[in-house]
């Protein structure tokens, strides 16, 4: 698996992410891979709203 590193061009996706994934019982060690993942891909697309992902096209983003 590889390293995705965000800086705060992410907009606040990954803390926001974490709060949802640990509100969701996930572990600390899952929340913060997923919230990564979902940082990661927000910095993909150009805007703060369209960058904004679904919980499925992170849980996609995971799986590869």
Do not use: C, M, P, W
Not at 34 to 55: D, E, M, P, Y
């Amino acid at each position: 698996t590889g390293e995705y590193k965000t800086q705060i061009a992410d907009g606040g996706i990954g803390q926001n992410l974490l709060a949802v994934a640990l509100t969701d019982g996930q572990s600390v060690q899952e929340a913060v891979k997923f919230a990564k993942h979902a940082a990661a891909l927000s910095v993909t697309k150009l805007g703060a709203q369209s960058s904004i992902q679904t919980r499925r096209e992170v849980e996609q983003f995971l799986k590869h």
